[in-house]
């Protein structure tokens, strides 16, 4: 089978996203299925790379990390792809690449399925914050409604965010396929190394959040908890890696908490080299994002031997399990900081999470999940098996890898 992926964001973009399409791209291809990605250029992504197609971008106001690919080529698939055939188009993101994605497939006569990753009522506001917070929330789900009932299925990572959706009132099909760890990742790490690198004592208490530094993913809730923490653990640090529009105003609050001293913004990590030696390096995860599909990060640092300390809302809820390398804490930085204390205090306790931690991760298989969307795909190709797509002319550039232009 071929499939067309297309997106707004991939590497060296970092997030769930790109993520996930990495590794379900990687796993389908062992699996015998061949995939294209159309995605936008970023500065110093713009040499060939098999299986995918950079289109020229441009910086998205107030977003410089990310780039918004141009209409008049992400818009003509059909021409920008040269004529080349494909089974099925999976859509990744609800911009330019939800319809690109979605009028390519309609013109071929073949199926089209997005996966829901973020979860954007909760995700808008904070980026027009002129607007009023409730009406942002409405137009967030009438937007996903809209989008989400023009596909043949939808994908989601996790039953809650499938819950959520049906309450928007999305009658399309909704799989639940979450993204799985591929076998051995995050299965080595050096944490001495790590601390030696960044200056951090051996011995110091550190807890650890890995995720895109934006205001959504609720890092100010885990400053204040800090507060709190450093109390009974007075030299407990707090390192924060992952960039994003909220830092300055995240640097900011800790200086007015009075805890400056007890955090670390560290910035991107290399997936493949520095981030497992950062996850062996902490002796908890902590994550109190409240807008999560999934959280495949709470997977990685488990997979590195490390616990977590989280809340269990939205996605997390799924992957979360109190006791299997794990403890679900209340959502007020008070109580959460009595969980952390709690087992940064039991050496014997935290030895025992992290044994179930690295377990119970190995349950979450890419190539299980890999399999699951392999099965939707060919259901889908099957139904639509008596449509017939329409012979699309070569475009003069035909690439299988196109670098910007």
Known sequence: MRILFVSDVYFPRINGVSTSIETFRAELARLGHESVLVC???????????????????????DPEDRAMQWGRVGRLERVLGGERFDLVHVQTPFLAHYAGLRYARAAGVPVVATYHTLFEEYLYHY?????????KGLARRFSRGQCNALDAVVVPSGPMRDTLAAYGVTAPMHVIPTGLPAHAFGGGDGSAFRARHGIAPKRPVLLFVGRVAFEKNIGFLLEMLVHVRRAVPDALLVVC???????????RARELGIADGTRFIGYLDRSTQLPDCYRAADLFVFASRTETQGLVLLESMACGT????????????????????RIAPDDPAAFADVVVGVLRDPSARSRLALRAVGYAATWSASATAERLA????????????????AFAAAPRAAKATPAA
Do not use: C, H, I
């Open 128 to 136: 027009v914050p002129f607007a009023p917070k409730g009406w942002m």
């Open 40 to 62: 936008p250029a970023y500065p110093g992504a713009e040499a060939p790379e098999p299986g995918l197609v950079r289109l020229p971008a441009r910086p998205v106001p107030r």
């Open 242 to 252: 992952g960039a994003g529009p909220a830092e300055e105003s995240l640097a900011r």
């Open 307 to 326: 616990p977590v300390v989280a809340l269990a809302v939205m996605g997390t809820r799924d992957v979360l399990s109190e006791g299997e390398g794990a």
């Open 375 to 390: 099965q939707l795909y060919a259901d889908l190709v099957a139904n639509a098996s008596g449509r017939q797509p329409p």
